[in-house]
């Protein structure tokens, strides 16, 4: 836990799109009862073990996310998106995370597939390593195992 | 007109989305002659009438409409949008008015059944509690009613 | 309330289309508890007060309502229309109601965008000034409200 | 790790549908250089960890694979399927996996989103707990433990 | 009731599709609460009553049905088929009872029409001589009734 | 056979929609040489073998079968209707059958599948209990008794 | 001039559709500033020269257009309708047509292809002997011609 | 019938697209026994009477009939086009027919709303004067009646 | 091999449609390195071989391969086209090779169902007898065969 | 003509999909009077010619094809399939021939552009080297030889 | 300027497809007042400023416009063309301009944008370097420049 | 050079929409090697040339941009704008450029219509003056010269 071990340590950039930091309170047969802080924690704990540093982002500001991921290429390693209702919308969200080249996976809570259908297509699947949805705050975490593992074997 | 009766009055968020800072000099044919503060003028007499509080907003962008939304879920008992652009694009705002619990109205000022295919579909009529459009800055004020008597029965 | 100031009240027709007969007894979730007599009972009182002559009518016959709106041309100064079923399949409605030239206004008691996608699309909307849906009985108020202000500015 | 703690393990059904048995050989720049015998290898590995019976399947025959899930809804607690070209033709395995009432995962090697149209859509993904694509044989993995997480909260 | 009299009897071929077997279980809301067993032993007594051998077969092997089929074209009369999932997809079916040339009758137990999209087109309806959707199990015994009659005129 | 029970039976609506009137003569490869009163007189021998009162009707005009689905909502058990040209076309047909309580079957005496794809779709039968289509007059028979057996249980 | 000459005379049904009525006070830009009178007389005058008796019909009711072509079938000889907006959405007009057996000509004031979308396909088209559209109120004179000649040739 | 009258005698050119040629040879049931030389010959003896000159041209070269009709912008005074298979490719052929600015008829001697779906859309359909389809030769004598009336008042 | 058996021989009208003559310059890993004289050359060899006379015509003008193919009908007993771009755009090519009644052979050197998808509808392939494509320069010898072995039968 | 030469032959595996087995009893005007036995004749009759070992397998068991066609990866040199009703519906069998990496051939026997529109899409065509259809029994032997040339020049 | 320096000058092939000789009389508001000669002129001064050598052409027929770019291939250094309304319809020439190796732009006097649908789609448009449109006859001398310096860079 | 000439001088706004900042580092391949300093200081350069005032604009935020669309209406005699993603996404945009009155360019460094086919279509095309597109960095200096000259003429 010296500052040497952490200057190694892999960044990972978390990125929570709009209306997530409702979560609790929307509609939680759709979404689950855990609030954004909670699953942050659990995002935190999960990362003291895999040794890797957090960089933890929420927006309802579609600009202000695509400044983050624009950072995002020089300073992390690695990274996981919930862009909520931008999934479905913005081309321009795509062509940001098209420019990242380091593992990158997109996470919904809920089963987007059971939901109307303009939430099946998203413009970011068909540009990131892999999408894990339906799986709740779980998805998450699985989604740190993956982007761990990943960009450990691109060092 | 005590403070104490204000307390009590019902608060109607109505926020306008993008462009509509341009009324009057906007296309008239399509969107009349009045201006925005015109509008919210008349809206405002009409509030008092009610004796309902307003809290107007206007913004180009998305991310901030969302914020404001967010934040009416405490502290309003209604809402009027008319979201122009964003109307036939975001689900991003579709999702932050579902979670919205009280009486939500749509307005637009043109007919937009009339106007390019691409204006006749919304995203967020379906998750609001009913739409007028076509009528002018009168549909403004007819929300305004709507909404008073709905919030009314809610209590 | 003389007779001669009766001479210069305008008239509005109120038309009623298909199965709206059985409001009151068909799925109140969707169409409230209210009979149609006593939608109509509300509107006749409204139009006591805005000093308005209506003229009610109600038919599950296509071209009974045709042969009505064609008498309004001539003997009316302003229109609503609830156009039931008829709103998405009858392109002969939108033909006669594109002919009446006085304002004219669509209501839908339920909002039909949360409904069947076939009833998404009408017919309708792209002819008349305007559409109030969502609002229940309370939206043929309004459309009276915004028909006798806009008739008003006709003369 | 007597045989009294075994009887009290879970068990979960793996299934690998058409064409899964020629991994390695089938165009690596897709699918990868594993080969399902060491795919299945891994995830026995990972099972003892969990404490899991795994039970593993892999078949070219829709009818077979459909048997086996029927079976499956008496002895299993969970299930992973790799349903393979089956994913965007088959409303009879659809049915199938919507009986089975455990946690299901359905898992894709490559990211079908980057691939053939008709690859973007899937029968599945709408009657099972969630999806996770893209990420190799370590989908697998992290399928395993969503399903082993999800099974003990149904205790 | 002597075995010359059976020579002469009609042979009827009862085909149950995929996911058949587990009637009773799936879905009871939509399918209802009767196993496969008991709609066959109900077919079995009204095909004493109307002098009919049956022939009853279930299989999740869409190649099994077909070869069944095929031997039908000698060896029976006329032919019940619920197909379930293969409904929507197989063309081979649909191949194979397009040759079939006694009377055909196509049996749902739950009415596809109210059910997803996918559910709404049969490659099956247009090559067989009718369709009974949406009558659950009494829907086989009418199918029964129909052939029984068919066939007789085919004499 | 007393009138005291003839009190307590069923009575079932029969309607014929457009075009109806002209079987027989109407393309008899596709509609049968039966008269409509030849199919009236099946149904009534039918009816009395099942101890059911009929109340049968023809019209060209959908305002007039609206009006007598509503009056059947109070003094009938069950509806069979063949909907002709209708049943492609009239949201407001399915709305008045939606209204309708007791058991309805749709007939279509050809089967429709085969038939041009604008006859492949119905308004109708997402609302009523089942269809039974392409079986000739047999189907008005096959109905009768479905509807008999059903609205026995309904008591 | 005789009686006798009379009694061998064709009919020619003539039916003008829903809102043609109108015509004169109607979208002159669009239908032409002549009424349905002076049409009427314009076809009066050409049937005397070419030796046909008419028989002219307009209404806003489908259900009395489809009465009067059933009754058309057996006496009259030949047919021209201007459908009206039914055109593009009666089934049953179409299966009307279809029964009738002697020559029919569809007739459109307007070119129906300069105008919004859905006037471009009608149901009528592919069941009457020819069409002739846009050439105004001489398109019925032309239509006229055309089925004098031709139930000639069918004498 | 002096040399000086003919100077003041409209023209009409009469064009047939590709194919045209091989009339009387090609699909008879469809297009009728008459040749191409049998056509011309009655639109000569019709024009006589008319008091037309007519200008008659078939190719098969698409650029041949551009060149064409570019000549007939000042040398002609109406126009009638059976474009052939072009009617529905070729979107050069309706900008050549946009500049034409005289009556222009488009002629089809089969209906082609009877035949494949690729002949009912028209590229020309929305930019001539109107359509005559399915009257066979006759239709070309139609559209020359009112080619002659409409260029009269044009004069 | 004597000028009298000459006459006896069969002719084969062989069509390169256009860009056909660019054929070894362009792009050779979809159409190879063959140019069209050496395709032309196979050809000859086959057809002495055969005993088959051949009239090889290329052009990049649609109206000249029209015109070749209608003097084909009386001058040839069979008929192998590539119609290059035009494959997917003529109506006019298609009915010109529907006239044509003799076997009539559609062929491509590349697989055009694996190039873009505007190449996956041909209009020609309904019309004439059969396909063959993908299967570069030896596409042409096959076809040659299958008219040899076909006209040989219609004799 | 030595076992030592024939260890040298090409081996082909020809596969006949569902339905292929009622040839000759199956519509004639479609597919021809031969049985599979004897166009499994002439198959071999050509192959003895050109040297090559066939190995021909017929099922209406998509499983079964697959299984066939991963051995054929190892033990033959060519492939010639006719997927019958699986060509539009199995995305499983276009994985495995996407695999198999020596010349294969898609055969249809009937021209399936002349037939239902559901038959004109092939998931095979774009990952075989070319397509044979509608040319009969016939396109069998000219895909053996095209296999054989092509394979030549793979050696 | 001495015929040595000619000799070492790029030439730039310009192509004005269908319809384009009308300039100047055809619609002015859509493509301006002047006449193809008009613009030949301004672009023949801007190629000798740029010491480019020009080849213009105009054409009617597909055909020609084929040939000339075949032509040009080996003649030219780069290539202008506008291609009228074959650019939404012409597969042939998509296919010849993708030969084309030199740098070639696509040019449209209107904004075909704002025109009607059929006009938004371009076969063209990806198998050029660049489009410019809308900008009048401004747009061919922008588009010199750019082929100008583009076939500069080619040297 | 002096500042009363300055003031006469028109000014241009330039907007770079989201994404452009990272050119030179994102996909050169699609967007050359330029950084965005680099093409504003070419811009530069050849606005002093032309005596035009630039101001430049970068931002990822939508609306940002609309913004400065907003007070460009009043100060700027012209616009240029790459949407970036925005062009296919933005309704808003779209309604900002309509009411700005002055010339208008829409600039795409990359050809569009040979990338995905999302990016086909753009909202902004239909509202602008005019399009540039695949002409890289050179695209920006082509379009400051058509608004330079167009609003010229606008003075």
New interface residues.
């Given amino acids: 836990m010296s500052s040497a071990s952490q200057v190694n340590q892999k960044t990972v950039l978390v990125i929570h ?3 997530l ?2 979560l609790g ?3 939680p047969g759709q979404y689950g009862h855990m609030t954004l802080a909670e699953i942050n924690k659990d995002l935190a704990d999960r990362a003291t073990v895999l040794g890797i540093t957090l960089d933890v982002f929420q ?6 996310i ?2 983050r991921i ?1 950072q995002g ?1 020089h300073n992390s390693h690695g990274l996981i998106i919930n862009p ?13 995370l ?2 990242y080249s380091h593992p990158a ?1 997109e996470v919904h809570l809920s ?1 987007i ?2 939901r109307e259908p ?6 970011v ?2 540009v ?8 709740g705050a ?2 998450y975490l ?1 989604a740190l ?2 982007v761990a ?2 960009s450990q074997s691109e060092k």
Avoid: M
């Fill in positions: 799109g709009p209306n930091n409702l309170q929307r509609d927006s309802n500001h579609e600009g202000a695509l400044d624009h290429i909520g209702g931008f999934t479905h919308t913005s081309v321009a969200l795509r062509d940001a098209d420019v996976i089963n597939f059971k303009f939430r099946h297509h998203s413009y699947s068909s990131v390593t892999g999408t894990i949805c339906g799986l779980q998805g699985l195992e993956a593992q990943q």
